[in-house]
């Protein structure tokens, strides 16, 4: 049973178009969170959700909008795709939030701009 | 410079070595992570420490709040665990990454 997964796996598009990356957790945990890796392997926090709060990384670009239609789900949707957004982006779950508890990782989205 | 440094950037051993890799922060933490990047890309946790030490099989991580400083350590190191190992630091909704330290252990 995969305890995090992200569709799609890998996502090729324009600049401009707007797309959709989904992530599921199994694990029944209460916060949920989205990172991104750039090209140099860089990972940055952009969100972090629980039923009662998002926290947005302040240099989130506002085209950048977690989802959550219940607590297994937080979907990422982005606007008006830039090159700049080509990376690889995790979604993550724990048990708790503020960061203090243990992550599950998915296995990452590779976002290419063209 | 980054809130968090990690040493060495890269390290190569030989199968069986004893491995360390350090991560020092500059800012307060609630809790630090340890994680490993497989070459697919992708990611494990394998420590959440808030003090002290915690041990899972061949893996060491201890932590000194004082010094702000952590370490990783891979006893017997096997060419399985040839990953790259990213430390970061969490406090209340934020987390700080390092750049990671690309270890590869040789048969």
């Known amino acids: 049973d995969t305890a995090v997964s992200q569709t799609p796996k890998y996502l090729v598009t324009q600049m401009g178009n707007d797309k959709s990356i989904k992530c599921e957790q199994n694990l029944g945990h209460d916060t949920m969170y989205w990172y991104k890796q750039d090209s140099k392997k860089f990972l940055k926090i952009m969100f972090s959700?629980?039923?009662?709060?998002?926290?947005i990384n302040e240099t989130v670009p506002n085209r950048f909008s977690p989802k959550s239609p219940d607590k297994a789900h937080l979907n990422l949707h982005i606007n008006s795709l830039e090159l700049g957004d080509s990376a690889v982006y995790f979604c993550?779950?724990?048990?708790?939030?503020?960061?203090?508890?243990?992550?599950?990782f998915g296995p990452g989205t590779r976002l290419t701009v063209t | 410079k980054n809130e968090v440094e990690q040493s060495p950037q890269n390290l190569t051993a030989q199968e069986g070595e004893f491995i360390t890799i350090n991560c020092s922060y500059s800012v307060g933490i609630s809790a630090l992570h340890w994680l490993q990047q497989h070459p697919g890309g992708g990611i494990v946790s394998l420590f959440m420490l808030s003090s002290g030490k915690k041990k899972h099989g061949r893996l060491i991580a201890t932590i000194n709040i004082q010094e702000k400083h952590s370490s990783l350590h891979i006893t017997a190191s096997h060419p399985r665990d040839s990953a790259v190992y990213i430390c970061?630091?969490?406090?209340?909704?934020?987390?700080?990454f390092g750049a990671g330290t690309r270890l590869t252990v040789k048969p």
């Open positions: 993550a779950s724990s048990q708790g939030g503020a960061l203090s508890y243990e992550q599950y």
């Open positions: 959700y629980n039923n009662k709060e998002l926290i």
């Open positions: 970061a630091v969490g406090l209340n909704n934020d987390m700080r």
